[in-house]
């Protein structure tokens, strides 16, 4: 009863954020110096063209009118508007180009959460062994690292260097995307059987999706050794060790869940914020994601895409948290209820 | 019985000052990596500073173009090679080192007094109706990534060094906020608040005079360990072309430049990116070593 009104007020709280977050956003986007509707026709377009498409997109309108009319069409149709840029409504260039970056970012998440707890573990396992010590400079390069400094090394290295690896698109020319199911080209063309296809488009994630896990991966590294580290110290374990429990079941059964929550309370967030860092690494390699859509609507003062985007990558992060929350709840009972509701 | 004359243990006069400075620069010097950091911190500071005169080629940091001298790789002359426009990489990225250490020291400099105000006047109110407005409103900002935040508000401003400063800190300030409150509002029960608040003394005296300086270690550490992160999310900044504008050399910029160019002239773009994480890196080296130095844990 109490978990589920604690998951309730936090969805409440959540919901209200968003709203606060799409005023904020709505102002920021609607202080852009310049008409937009010039912008979109270009300097050559005739005046009535312009007035209308003003019209279109209620900018005649006062500011709050404007976002009265944005909400209404969101809540009650999903309705963003229409993107400048693409000519199209937004929310279908979200549709379009979401599968791509969640793709990019599952892939990355994986990469970073199974790498990052597994350096942490074998390195808190084996403590001051060389693995234990490359965890410790991987921690601290990793963390200094911006990810579009690790991809423009990566592609030096594995693109040019030592070519393996693509360094430009979703899939390499003269192969066909395939058939649109989730709109991810690899789990599509798993599921048509289509294993060339599979091979490549995987091929082509693998440079962006290493160099956007770096830095989460080798902060989960280091918070999983340190907690994990902690953890072998506890009396309980001598006691277990006492009592001739094998060393490796204390190590699967107890001491894993219990140290692996920090780790599990930041991996999430680090998560979630792939789809921030791709708005970088997208554009490095020219991968036709959602975050590249975001980044060119900025940098084209795109109004309609650039509050979509924030929008929907806004919910996804808020969402994170609160999932965090409840997980790290059902993990760790201590917390469940201490834990301030905010 | 003896009547307890116990004071809060307040630095008041110089000598006690100095005595902290030197446990704590003591504390902070029994980590070899923290001296490291501090080091190069120095060396940083000390490069962008006096970068016109350290520089090979100081009037390489401008417009300026030398075709006869293009694309020469690394070499003694130019330790760093030399761009498509014949400009020293290596003067440059000295140049650039200001951008970046102004960001820094921008942004936390406008950042730290926004957010430990706004925390300290909701922590102090808990419970009360400013509260929920000022950590409301910080969790609305906080409801997107630093990194989201920052490029919509930066695009939308004209791109100078300043206005992305302007859009890490709308980004930045929920945080000391955040810090500052959780803080504040468990400080505001401890004893002496309470005894403050029996003699009569006025809410700013309390907030300034006796919450405020039982937070400072924590927002000191906090600062110390946010400028490589500040350093970095600026460098992203400019190598989207939303900071400093060329031919103004910024270390995100000239990597981004720099890629277009890969392999052939692989120097211009490398050495500017490997001169991020080793800022970044000394900044968080330094960072640890002052969050060591201030924890209070084992004193």
Known sequence: M???????????????????LSILIFIIARVIPGDPARMALGPRAPEYAIENLRKQMYLDKPIYEQYYIWVKNFLTKGDLGISLLTRRPVQEDIKEFFPATLELVIVSGIFMAVTGILLGVVSARYRESWVDSFTRVLAYFGIATPSFVWLVLFILLFGYVWPILPTVGRLSRGIMPPPHITGMFTIDSILTGNWRTFWDALLHLIMPAIALAMGGLSQAARITRSSMADHMDKDYVTLLRAFGVPNRSIFMKYLLKFSLIPTISILPLDIAALFANGFIAETVVNYPGLSRYGMSAILNKDLNAIVGVIIVLGAIYTLVTILIDIIVAYLDPRVRLIRRAA | MEVHKM??????????????????????????????GLFSVVVIVTLAIFAPLIAPYPEHAGAFVDYAHASIPPCREHLFGTDIMGRDVLSRTIFALRGALLMAVGVIGIVTPIGVIVGLVAGYNSGSLIDTILMRTSDVFLALPSLVLALAVAAVLRPTLFNAMLAVCVSWWPWYARLTYGLASSIRNETFVQAAQVIGASHFHIIFKEVLPNCLSSIFTKMALDVGWVILIGASLSFVGLGEQPPTPALGTMVADGARYLPELWWVCVFPALVIVWMILSFNLFGDGVRDALSPEEA
């Open chain 1, 2 to 20: 109490n978990m589920v009104f604690f998951i309730l007020r936090r969805l409440a709280l959540a919901i209200l954020v968003l709203f606060g």
């Open chain 2, 7 to 36: 004071k809060m243990p307040k630095a008041t006069d110089f000598s006690q000052k100095w005595d902290n400075f030197k446990r704590l620069s003591h504390k902070f010097s029994r980590s070899r990596i923290s001296l490291v």
